[in-house]
Nanobody, 124 residues
Framework: QVRLVESGGGSVQAGGSLRLSCVAS????????MAWFRQTPGKEREGVAA????????YYDDSVKGRFTISQDSAKKTLYLQMNNLQPEDTAMYYC?????????????????WGQGTQVTVSA
């Protein structure tokens, strides 16, 4: 069992930056692969970035490559998402997710544990 709590969302202007954090509690953090997803009303949840346990390999959706960076601090049991050059289309509720063995890094169906979300709003 893993409990996830996100923070760091807010409102910024286009071109600005935010850093999201996701603190995990419960089972061993280092055993879990972690990811960030986002969702806007009426749309499906989409994978933004993921990091696999063990290998540390990262995955990004094409829409955020070069702008977003996923990282983690195992000692703090915290997952981060550094978001730079934010654009209005990045506006969404952002969710942290975890699973032991996600088959597909950026597919929500493979993640068992979810946080409550943190809102990111980017104005033009």
């Amino acid at each position: 069992q893993v409990r996830l709590v996100e923070s760091g969302g807010g409102s910024v202007q286009a071109g600005g930056s935010l850093r999201l954090s996701c603190v995990a509690s419960g089972d061993s953090f280092s055993d879990y692969s972690m990811a960030w997803f986002r969702q806007t009303p009426g749309k499906e949840r989409e994978g933004v970035a993921a990091i696999y346990s063990g290998s540390g390999k990262t995955y990004y959706d094409d829409s955020v490559k070069g702008r977003f960076t996923i990282s983690q601090d195992s000692a703090k049991k915290t997952l981060y998402l550094q978001m730079n050059n934010l654009q209005p289309e990045d506006t969404a509720m952002y969710y942290c997710a975890a699973d032991l063995t996600p088959v597909s890094a950026l597919s929500s169906e493979w993640y068992t544990y979810w946080g409550q979300g943190t809102q990111v709003t980017v104005s033009a």
